[in-house]
Structure formats: structure tokens, C-alpha cells
């Protein structure tokens, strides 16, 4: 893939949900489409896209095949997956802009939300400690 295709669906800027999302997109499928290749109701597709769930193994086999592209790339973005969007039209720069800037806050949200996971794993051990 593409160096942009890298960054656009990288680990740093792109969620597993951006990676089906954009590989379906790319295929051509709307969500009812692939929904009902997958067998799986479209709430259930919306769900990974907007990652609050995410598919057992076999469905993610189903759907890596289904969208041509290796199922590490649906995991990590790293691997064989789909083409970066086309870029928009230079008229309107800002737009660029503002996905960037969104990117680069989702990726702080994710880093905040880990190192909030590990506190609370701390915060439980001492509670334990505290408590035995």
C-alpha cells in the first residue's frame, strides 16, 4: 500500500471501525450490503464500524474476504488493506484541516483512554492490597 494509505489507516490515526468503515467503502458496499453477506444484523456491522463491538474471529475472517484486504489490516492497519480516500477537492483546504486535527485528537483520546485503563488497574490492585 501507499505510504498515505499507511498513515490514513494506521494504528495512530484510524480506529478498527475507520479501517471496515473505509475497506467497505472502498468495495463498494453499503452496511445492509455487507451485513447481510456477513449474516449478521446491520446494527451489529454499525457497531464494529463505530467501535463499540467488535466481530468474533470467524466473522472477521468473513469480512477481511469479503473486503479484500488481510484481516492484520483490519486489526493494526498494517498489511495488505484498501487505498487511502481520494483527496478532497483543493477548493476547500479546510476541510483537510479539520480531518487532520481529528485525527490527531482521536489518537490523543486512545493514549488517554490507556494510560485512564491503567490507573484504574492500579487503583483496583491497591484497593485489594488495601483491603486483604
Same mark, same amino acid.
Given at each position: 500500500?501507499?505510504?498515505?494509505?499507511?498513515?490514513?489507516?494506521?494504528?495512530?490515526?484510524?480506529?478498527?471501525?475507520?479501517?471496515?468503515?473505509?475497506?467497505?467503502?472502498?468495495?463498494?458496499?453499503?452496511?445492509?450490503?455487507?451485513? !447481510?453477506?456477513?449474516?449478521?444484523?446491520?446494527?451489529?456491522?454499525?457497531?464494529?464500524?463505530?467501535?463499540?463491538?467488535?466481530? $468474533?474471529?470467524?466473522?472477521?475472517?468473513?469480512?477481511?474476504?469479503?473486503?479484500?484486504?488481510?484481516?492484520?489490516?483490519?486489526?493494526?492497519?498494517?498489511?495488505?488493506?484498501?487505498?487511502?480516500?481520494?483527496?478532497?477537492?483543493?477548493?476547500?483546504?479546510?476541510?483537510?484541516?479539520?480531518?487532520?486535527?481529528?485525527?490527531?485528537?482521536?489518537?490523543?483520546? !486512545?493514549?488517554?483512554?490507556? $494510560?485512564?485503563?491503567?490507573?484504574?488497574? $492500579?487503583? !483496583?490492585?491497591?484497593?485489594?492490597?488495601?483491603?486483604?
Amino acid at each position: 500500500m501507499t505510504d498515505g494509505a499507511s498513515d490514513w489507516y494506521g494504528p495512530e490515526t484510524a480506529t478498527f471501525g475507520d479501517r471496515v468503515a473505509g475497506a467497505r467503502e472502498a468495495a463498494g458496499m453499503t452496511q445492509s450490503q455487507l451485513a !447481510r453477506l456477513l449474516g449478521v444484523k446491520k446494527s451489529t456491522l454499525i457497531g464494529w464500524e463505530d467501535d463499540i463491538s467488535e466481530p $468474533r474471529a470467524n466473522k472477521l475472517q468473513m469480512m477481511a474476504g469479503l473486503l479484500n484486504v488481510s484481516i492484520m489490516w483490519l486489526l493494526t492497519g498494517e498489511g495488505d488493506g484498501t487505498a487511502a480516500p481520494e483527496e478532497e477537492d483543493e477548493a476547500a483546504p479546510d476541510y483537510q484541516a479539520f480531518l487532520a486535527e481529528l485525527r490527531e485528537i482521536r489518537a490523543a483520546m !486512545r493514549a488517554n483512554a490507556e $494510560r485512564a485503563a491503567r490507573l484504574e488497574k $492500579r487503583m !483496583r490492585q491497591a484497593l485489594q492490597e488495601q483491603g486483604a
